[in-house]
């Protein structure tokens, strides 16, 4: 089976949402949402959700599963949102305790912030699989980005977040703590082994030089043939050069410090203080 995939552009942030569903049935799974944040203001909005969630009433849709494909820099999650809204079990590596423990460190959040990934409803490993409806889905630990990356492979579909790009735009930064150059040649070859005309799903897009309109599918074949970072042979030690080098360039997310606090959290916002009121640390000269 092929599973139908609607796609949710938010160009505030490029991210790419999908929903995803088995087309025998009425079950569908929501991939890597957006709830809408303000940093100037402190303030978030919930129109980026509310968006899908109109789409998926209309539809009839079941949500079953609300999956992220790691711990997102570059927006801040709104699965528990959705999850009131719509329910479905939130997913994710579970590699997320790595990413727990290194950012409950940066952000001083001390032992009342479990480490364990219990903040989700279910941790995936590599070779692990779950349905959706009767679509099965299967998991691959693609780690370099961050040490949590998946990928979802859902029957000819493959949800990659941050770790490829379009082909005319390469791959994912790898400068993040936990991030490795060398990892993340090694997990896209894993995804490049995938069958040619696997369709790629990619989780952001930021218009390459010469393109003027936003894109988000690709395949395999395509990837390998044409990927301007690892496609037509690139061998290892150009790509981790040419990443390093890259990375070096390249500017912290807009909404890194917000976005690290609230998704290792599964989208959850830290604990009101004692006034009632939440608040996200800046953690100076330390990211």
């Not at 770790?163 to 400068?175: E, H, I, N, V, Y």
Request: with cysteine; hydrophobic share 35%; net charge negative.
């Amino acid at each position: 089976m092929s599973p139908e995939v609607k796609a949710f552009f938010d160009e505030a942030t490029n991210t790419v949402s999908y929903v995803v569903r088995d087309p025998m049935s009425k079950k569908a799974a929501i991939i890597d949402s957006v709830l809408d944040f303000d940093y100037a203001s402190g303030h978030t909005d919930t129109r980026s959700a509310d968006e899908i969630i109109a789409w998926v009433k209309e539809q009839e849709f079941e949500i079953e599963w609300l999956l992220e494909t790691h711990v997102h820099a570059d927006h801040l999650s709104a699965a528990p949102y959705l999850q009131k809204h719509l329910g479905g079990k939130i997913g994710i590596g579970e590699k997320i305790k790595v990413v727990q423990d290194t950012f409950g460190k940066v952000f001083n959040e001390g032992t009342e912030f479990q480490r364990d990934g219990s903040q989700f409803d279910q941790l995936f490993k590599q070779g692990d699989s779950f349905h959706i409806g009767q679509l099965r889905g299967d998991v691959l630990h693609t780690p370099g980005h961050t040490p949590a990356c998946l990928t979802y492979v859902i029957e000819d579909a493959a949800f990659v977040g941050d770790t490829l790009f379009m082909p005319d735009f390469g791959t994912a930064r790898c400068d993040f703590p936990g991030g490795s150059a060398e990892t993340l040649y090694d997990s896209v070859q894993k995804i490049l082994a995938l069958p040619d005309e696997t369709r790629i799903f990619v989780g952001h897009d930021y218009k390459a030089p010469g393109r003027d309109v936003y894109a988000w599918e690709s395949t395999v074949g395509e990837q390998k043939a044409k990927n301007i970072h690892v496609g037509g042979g690139h061998d290892k030690s150009d790509f981790v050069k040419m990443r390093t080098e890259r990375d070096a360039t390249l500017a912290m997310p807009r909404l890194i410090v917000p976005s690290l606090q609230v998704n290792m959290r599964a989208g959850q916002m830290p604990p009101a203080e004692d006034n009632g009121t939440v608040y996200l640390k800046v953690p100076v000269n330390k990211l």
